[in-house]
């Protein structure tokens, strides 16, 4: 199960990856925002982010205009760590080295069709841990000073 939240920046990317989700037959609960009206992306991160930390969602995609407001927000909760990501690149390794568990992305930055290939490879990437596992520990160290 997926947990997906955007705001109005990034609502119209949030509902074509939604029909993606939809034919791949992957789960998801879409925490909002339904519309273009204009609301605040942390209001928007907030219920999703912690769905993820409940362990009812297992990974989190959102969208703002940037994808980096709603990215600063999602990484402000304990155990969330948030990759804003417009490139394959960053998005295959933010799970291989980061064990990234939510993917932010920019309605404004990407189109569609690369944000698919985003979340297609950033699901199906394992996290390598070993020496990885380390500076992981070390963030979450961070939450807690
Ligand atoms: C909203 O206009 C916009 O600021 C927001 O979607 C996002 O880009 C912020 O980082």
């Known amino acids: 199960m997926l947990a997906l939240a955007a705001?109005?920046?990034g609502y119209a990317l949030k509902e074509e990856v939604k029909k993606w989700l939809d034919e791949q037959k992957i789960?998801?609960?879409d925490f909002g925002t339904h519309s273009t009206a204009s609301v605040d992306y942390p209001d928007m991160?907030?219920?999703a982010c912690d769905a993820v930390i409940a362990g009812e969602c297992e990974k989190a995609l959102l969208f703002c205009g940037t994808g980096i407001g709603i990215s600063m927000a999602a990484n402000k909760i304990k155990g969330i760590r948030a990759a804003c990501c417009s490139d394959y690149f960053s998005a295959k390794y933010?799970?291989?080295?980061n064990n990234a568990n939510v993917l932010c992305m920019g309605g404004r930055v990407v189109g569609a069709?690369?944000?698919i290939e985003m979340i297609d490879v950033f699901l199906h990437t394992d996290f390598e841990g070993g020496r990885h596992q380390q500076?992981?520990?070390k963030i979450t160290a961070l939450e807690n000073r």
């Open 113 to 115: 069709g690369l944000a």
């Open 135 to 137: 500076r992981i520990d």
């Open 27 to 29: 789960a998801y609960k």
């Open 94 to 97: 933010t799970r291989l080295h």
């Open 45 to 47: 991160a907030a219920p």
């Open 7 to 9: 705001d109005h920046g």
